[in-house]
């Protein structure tokens, strides 16, 4: 085995030949000619790539491994690390797309040689990207001689995809894989702080054209939020992790349309950026952030003095506030500054005067309250602040708009982490900016209760200065007039008459007699059915069946879209959608619960979720309900079941099913076909009683109700 071949582990392994680990674990205890382990360690070894290919290929299970699996396994197995290789990867991904003929001079001769011709050619497409003082260094011969299998493998991925989309996946599945390393920021919040800053953009190019539209984050992170941004003519990024500014570097340049010196200008810098700002001086037409929260040692000490504070200096436990009075500092006058704030920072009592500094000049435009979830930490509601840099003559602005996007869902609609209706919440907050946000503005605001409102400068400067969104905002009408809930209790019950007609009857004996059972993996390699594993991407406008919709009978919540890497796994999906058809046996993979749901006609042309598990019968051989039924089984979930430290998950290969005929199975199938209406009947009548009560305590308490 060559000294620089690539390692792989036995989870890699696994996901080559598209089974469980499990499955290589019996593979490395029957055969005595399975590749031995290269290196980690003997609780979890690793094992050389292009043996255990070899031995997959004689053993007939790689009959096809997809390109990108094969080089994102050279990646994770790279003797010098991912992130290494990943930069190797990107900086080849540039040349590639920008020097494609030099590209293909370089990938003619041997690894070695091509080892050595390789940093004059990244060299000059870096230098023409970044510029001097840039995040990405020109690799050495040295460090790039054990890249060179991967770069070849790049190379035909780019010719597959493109370079933009190999990169992407590629960084993408590091995200994935060390979530607790990077803060994340998910496509769905980059997308709206680009769109607030628009406003911003287009003064710019009303007043400059192209050549003013700029943009600056100064904690940059993976880079989502400048992706974000339409066609920029400059960029500026600072970030104070050296691999992640040089990853976010690449990542960009790949984004830019256009290729060398037809792409924007983009800078990016490393270092810690309130103590030592990479761009002092700078003034740009917006600025995007998601900065670091709750950090005490952000240099409260070292910047006393610094000209930054123009609004007032940051207590020790206000370090959000020295970012947004950072944002400003690099604002042209009128440019627009958008930073995703943690909900203390509204109302803490030590950053109370600069608050109200910033209300008082017009500096603050709007607070935006996010639903729970949109990004970490994902159990609290964000909030973005939008700011203005005030001009010279400038009145300051009488109103403060707040928006509450992060309102209660309505029962049993999707709500919480990866299930967000992003563009629901895009266009709520979006509605309520764009009159707001009107230069030169005389009619007022349209006030939405609960959800917007303009609210004078005036009422906000009290001893507290509190900007939570939901304490200016109008109660939300409760619905809880007589009529309506006059509706909902006659619709709760006519199900509850329904529930009680679905009742089933009381049992008869059964034959308890011994039946043969099988497996379904036995099943399926029979071929009386077929099993597919979730990969969470939508296909146009399909909508995904997550594991929440399963767990709770609801429609297909997930998003249909599927933007590129933000941090999020959605970033990198690991196959084609799976598209459900009427029939289909969803069973989840993990948490342990005995649920199952078989696909109807309204379901159909959803695509699987993620931690979804579909089996797809034959129905010459199996009926989908009968499948369903067993499948639901306590026993039988328990034996199929393997426990972590933190999760239960279940292997649906290991469910067992009972050998009948198929006219025998129908008739259980029946059974169980009546016994999921039953329970979803049940699951209907109490979400109606549950509404009913609130609207009843709603009523009561705000008068629109009369008590007896």
């Known amino acids: 085995m060559p000294d620089n071949s690539t390692e792989v582990t036995a989870a890699g392994i696994a996901r080559l030949a598209g089974v469980g680990r499990a499955a290589v674990s019996n593979w490395r205890r029957r055969h005595a000619d399975f590749p031995k382990p290269v290196g980690g360690t003997e609780a979890s070894p690793s094992f050389a790539l292009p043996e255990v290919e070899e031995w997959l290929r004689d053993q007939g299970k790689l009959a096809e491994v997809p390109l990108r699996e094969r080089v994102w396994q050279q990646v994770a197995g790279h003797p010098d690390g991912a992130v290494t290789a990943l930069v190797h990867a990107g900086c080849a991904l540039l040349v590639v797309r920008d020097r494609p003929t030099a590209w293909l001079e370089i990938t003619a001769v041997s690894d070695a040689r091509m080892a050595g011709v390789l940093p004059a050619a990244l060299d000059h497409v870096l230098i023409a990207r970044f510029g001097a003082g840039r995040a990405v260094p020109t690799p050495t011969e040295a460090a790039l001689l054990p890249s060179v299998p991967l770069l070849r493998a790049v190379a035909e991925l780019a010719a597959e995809a493109g370079a933009r989309k190999a990169f992407d996946f590629l960084f993408g599945r590091q995200l994935d894989a060390n979530p607790r390393q990077y803060t994340l920021t998910p496509p769905g919040l980059a997308e709206l702080m680009a769109d607030l800053a628009e406003p911003a953009r287009e003064s710019a190019r009303q007043n400059g054209g192209r050549g003013s539209r700029t943009v600056l984050d100064p904690a940059a992170g ?76 952000w240099g409260h000490d070292d910047l006393a003095y610094d000209p930054r504070w123009e609004y007032g200096f940051p207590a020790r436990t206000e370090s959000e506030l020295a970012w947004v009075q950072h944002a400003l500092a690099h604002l042209r006058e009128g440019g627009t500054a958008v930073v995703l704030m943690p909900p203390a920072a509204a109302s803490r009592r030590s950053g109370r005067r600069i608050r109200a500094d910033l209300l008082r000049r ?273 026993a039988n979930n328990r034996q199929a079941s393997s426990y972590a430290s933190t999760a239960t998950r279940l292997d649906a290969r290991r469910l067992q099913v009972p050998r009948m005929p198929l006219a025998e199975q129908r008739t259980y199938g029946e059974q169980f076909s009546a016994l999921a209406a039953f329970e979803d009947a049940l699951r209907t009548a109490g979400r109606l009683g549950g509404q009913l009560v609130q609207g009843m305590y709603d009523g009561l308490t705000d008068g629109s109700v009369a008590p007896g």
């Open 222 to 297: 993976t880079g989502a939020l400048l992706c974000a941004v339409g066609r920029p003519t400059a960029v500026y990024a600072q970030e104070a992790d050296p691999d992640l500014a040089a990853l976010t570097a690449l990542r960009l340049a790949l984004h830019a349309e256009g290729g060398g010196a037809d792409g924007p200008a983009l800078a990016v810098r490393t270092g810690d950026t309130l103590r030592a700002d990479a761009f002092p001086g700078l003034t740009v037409d917006a600025v995007l952030c998601h900065p670091p929260f709750n950090e005490r040692n």
């Open 362 to 634: 017009g500096a603050l435009r709007a607070v935006v309250a996010l639903p729970a979830g949109a990004a970490p930490p994902y159990g609290i509601p964000l909030h973005i602040w939008v700011l203005r840099k005030p001009g010279a003559e400038q009145h300051p602005a009488p109103e403060l708009l707040v928006v509450d996007a992060a309102e209660p869902e309505a029962a049993g609609a999707p709500s919480g982490r990866d299930r967000l209706d992003w563009a629901a919440v895009r266009a709520a907050v979006l509605d309520a900016w764009a009159p707001f946000d009107v230069p030169g503005r005389r009619e007022p605001v349209e006030e939405r209760p609960g959800t917007s409102r303009a609210v004078p400068v005036i009422e906000l400067l009290d001893d507290d200065v509190d900007l939570a969104p939901a304490r200016h905002l109008p109660p939300p009408a409760s619905g809880a007039t007589a009529a309506e809930l006059v509706r909902v209790r006659e619709r709760l019950e006519e199900t509850l008459r329904l529930t009680a007609r679905r009742t089933p009857s009381p049992a008869a004996p059964g034959d308890q007699a011994r039946r043969p059972f099988t497996t379904v993996g036995e099943l399926a390699r029979a071929g009386a059915l077929r099993l597919r594993t979730g990969t969470g991407s939508g296909s146009g406008t399909a909508p995904v069946l997550t594991e929440h919709d399963v767990l709770s009978g609801t429609g297909p919540s997930g998003s249909p879209s599927a933007p590129p890497a933000s941090g999020s796994s959605a970033s990198a999906p690991e196959g084609e959608p799976v598209l459900l058809e009427p029939g289909d046996v969803i069973v989840p993979v993990t948490g342990g619960a005995s649920v199952v749901r078989v696909v109807d006609e309204a379901t159909a042309g959803a695509a699987l979720g993620r931690n979804l598990q579909l089996l797809r019968p034959d129905p010459a051989a199996l009926d989908a309900w009968f499948l369903a039924g067993f499948l639901r089984g306590t």
